[in-house]
């Protein structure tokens, strides 16, 4: 539950649900939310996997998954394992022998559908080689593979269907014991997605994996995504998330952590606050605030910043953020530290200038922060 007695209309109450481990990352049980992304690259490729890995972890992903199709590529994971700063999942589809060479392998977690993969035997010995290898699963359902059954007894996807799949697959993991696991049910279709994931909040407390599959592009994949997740996150519902865009894994982080960002439920990097400019503004804001993104991408300290054209807005926001810049001067603008006026600095030098005043920021916040984990020890 994250708490604002002064202002509760910002308040999410989270859902409760029971805490699994993804290697040394808790997922549900109040966890703070993960983002997830898939690589792209042939996990054969073990230097290209893990350059996008890494790529990945940089921009802030916590778990990353890697297909793993082939023996080639369970033998390869090992490698991906040791040269990852963050647990890997193996995405399994129905051979269960890489199942239990992906875990032997180091994988922190097995994406698979226990009913997918054969006899019970097969799933027993799955659930050993998970078990023995401290290996946690994510159950994933998806409304375009649901079970032939469950199609015809309910006529198409539905979140009845898609549910009732989920539980069957729990079923066969309970049954021999196993309770590390946690489950999705994705589907391209927003409203299908969302019903779904409604109705699987009420019967299970498994800690639940979000997400819009097939969501699109980059622009078109965003908008859905946030539509679908984050009304999903508003009602409490999400332990962890993984936007799917047809764009680079990088950019999925991204917009995962962008829109845990702007529900308050994660923090990261500089929150830039900017107005979309008119005929007021005092210098270009659209550009300005382009090239801000870029050059501030590497700030991970959380904190805000506002961009904003004139003093229609501008001093408003800026009494809301750690650092703000104000237009409106001939030829120059107001700096504003900490929500108070600070000093005036030239239009054709704010941008180094703010970027000074952000990295500054960063590190006081940083120190802070040092001293008092010190102090807490
Ligand atoms: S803050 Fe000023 S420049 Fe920006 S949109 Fe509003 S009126 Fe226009």
């Known amino acids: 539950m994250s708490l604002n007695p002064v202002r509760p209309w910002r308040n999410i109450d989270r859902r409760p649900s029971r805490r699994i481990m993804v290697g040394n990352v808790p997922v549900g049980g109040g966890a703070p939310i993960s983002v997830q992304t898939m690589t792209n690259t042939l996990t054969t490729d073990v230097a ?10 940089e921009a802030g992903a916590d778990i990353v998954r890697v297909s793993t199709p082939d023996e080639e590529s369970t033998r390869a994971l090992r490698e991906i394992v040791r040269g990852s700063p963050v647990p890997i999942v193996a995405d399994i589809h129905f051979h269960y022998r890489r199942a239990i060479e992906a875990a032997e392998a180091g994988a922190a977690c097995l994406r698979i559908n226990p009913g997918n993969i054969g006899s019970p035997e097969r799933v027993r010995e799955v659930v050993k080689a998970a078990r023995d290898h401290g290996c946690s699963m994510r159950i994933g359902v998806n409304a375009g593979s649901l079970e032939r059954h469950l199609l015809e007894q309910y006529g198409e996807p539905c979140p009845e269907a898609m549910v009732q799949s989920g539980l069957d697959h729990i079923k066969l993991l309970q049954d021999l014991d196993f309770h590390e696991f946690k489950i999705s049910v994705k589907a391209s279709d ?14 299970t407390d498994a800690p639940l994996h979000l997400g819009i599959t097939e969501a699109g592009g980059l622009m078109t994949g965003t908008v859905k995504s946030a539509v679908g997740l984050g009304f999903l996150l508003w009602m409490g519902i999400g332990d962890t998330i993984r936007v799917s865009l047809s764009a680079d894994p990088v950019e999925e982080v991204r917009v995962g952590y962008e829109i845990l960002k702007s529900l308050g439920l994660r923090h990261r990097g500089v929150q830039i606050i900017s107005c979309p400019s008119c005929a007021r503004q005092g210098f270009d804001v659209i ?5 801000l993104e870029k050059r501030l991408a590497h700030i991970k300290t959380p904190m805000s910043l506002s961009i904003i054209g004139c003093v229609v ?12 810049f104000t237009g409106g001067g001939a030829g120059h603008g107001m700096v504003y530290l900490a929500g108070k006026q600070s000093h005036r600095m030239d239009n054709d030098r704010m941008v180094d200038h703010i970027v000074e005043q952000v990295e500054a920021k ?16």
Do not use: H, S
Not at 48 to 57: D, F, S, Y
Not at 313 to 322: Q, S, V, Y
């Open 48 to 57: 290209g996997t893990l350059g996008q890995v890494l790529a990945a972890a």
């Open 190 to 203: 927003v409203f299908l997605a969302a019903a779904a994931y409604q109705a699987l909040a009420e019967v």
């Open 287 to 291: 550009k300005t605030v382009e090239v």
């Open 313 to 324: 807005n501008g001093p408003g926001e800026a009494l809301m953020t750690d650092v703000g």
């Open 362 to 377: 960063a590190a006081e916040l940083e120190a802070a922060r040092a001293a008092q984990a010190q102090a807490a020890e």
